[in-house]
């Protein structure tokens, strides 16, 4: 079955440093590939979105993510955190004509 | 602005109580989507709709009911058959029928007294 991975569960890094989220799938065809951002308490917010083509993405916030499909991943990029960017990080895709799948999600900390 | 309301933010429920929670959007989207979240889990999909008096179950509807009798609105009510409610719903929609673009509400928190 398809399926979204999201290996890590939680991820600390300092403020400043470079971040680098991972999200693996399942599935025989390229599916479209998304990431989203949830602050405490809060709804999710699209970060950016992957259908074909170009396969590094923009996103906002100066994320970025790059597919690769010989690794069947999408991993989630930052060159720089900000103390803002501490939040939960869902990784989710479309396979096919399938409902949309998400990963269980990576909570980020940042430390000063 | 053009967005979707999620009312109440907070929401206690007592046994043996249903309760409806309120899903409301301006963006004239197509689709609307109930997800349940729960502490170290993804989004679990309750009931969708992408037409406006048509819905479909999604992945945990047993003990949840929805209607869509307008294209802005999408109340999702927790019935006393739900064992286990407590849990942030999140309402969502999107413009076309394709699982792409989804659009959040701001969730509400739903605890049992």
């Known amino acids: 079955a398809q399926s979204v991975t999201q290996p890590d569960i939680h991820i600390t890094v300092s403020e400043g440093a470079s971040l680098e989220l991972r999200c693996n799938y399942s599935y025989g065809a390229t599916p479209y590939l998304f990431w989203y951002v949830q602050s405490p308490g809060q709804g999710l917010q699209l970060l950016l979105k992957?259908?074909?083509?170009?396969?590094l993405v923009q996103g906002i916030k100066g994320f970025e993510a790059e597919f690769k499909r010989s690794q069947s991943s999408f991993n989630l990029r930052k060159p720089s955190v900000h103390w803002s960017d501490a939040a939960e990080y869902f990784c989710?895709?479309?396979?096919?004509?399938?409902?949309?799948?998400f990963g269980t999600g990576t909570r980020l900390t940042i430390i000063p | 602005d053009g967005g979707i309301t999620q009312s109440p933010k907070y929401l206690f429920r007592k046994e043996g109580q249903n309760v409806t929670l309120s899903c409301e959007q301006n963006l004239n989207h197509d689709a609307m989507y109930w997800y349940r979240q729960d502490p170290g889990q993804g989004l679990r999909l309750i009931y969708y709709?992408?037409?406006?008096?048509?819905?479909q179950k999604g992945d945990i509807a047993e003990g949840y009911s929805v209607s869509r009798e307008k294209k802005e609105s999408f109340p999702l009510t927790v019935t006393s058959a739900q064992k286990n409610p407590t849990a942030f719903y999140l309402c969502?929609?999107?413009?076309?029928?394709?699982?792409?673009?989804?659009?959040f509400g701001s969730g509400t928190q739903l605890s049992v007294l």
């Open positions: 992957y259908f074909s083509g170009d396969t």
């Open positions: 969502a929609s999107s413009i076309g029928t394709g699982w792409v673009g989804l659009f």
């Open positions: 709709s992408q037409i406006v008096n048509d819905f």
């Open positions: 989710a895709g479309v396979f096919g004509n399938e409902k949309l799948t």
